[in-house]
């Protein structure tokens, strides 16, 4: 998979960049559409985290215990 879409920094940055948008923005629905995709990244971000835990988790099954 892409190196960024599993960092979840990249995706962490992605939701604090909307919701300083959204802080700029005055349309109502404007700034709650923004918001709900700052609130996707985040769980993107903590897709991210889980593959990461999940891929460490099985490289660390195959080595030979005791190494």
């Known amino acids: 998979m892409p190196l960024l879409l599993n960092n979840p920094a990249h995706w962490h940055l992605r939701a604090q960049e909307a919701r300083l948008l959204a802080t700029l923005l005055e349309d109502l629905d404007a700034k709650a559409a923004t918001l709900k ?8 971000a903590l897709r991210a985290e889980r593959r990461a835990e999940a891929k460490d988790t099985d490289h660390n099954a195959e ?5």
């Open 63 to 67: 080595r030979p215990k005791g190494r």
């Open 37 to 44: 995709i700052a609130d996707e990244y985040d769980l993107l």
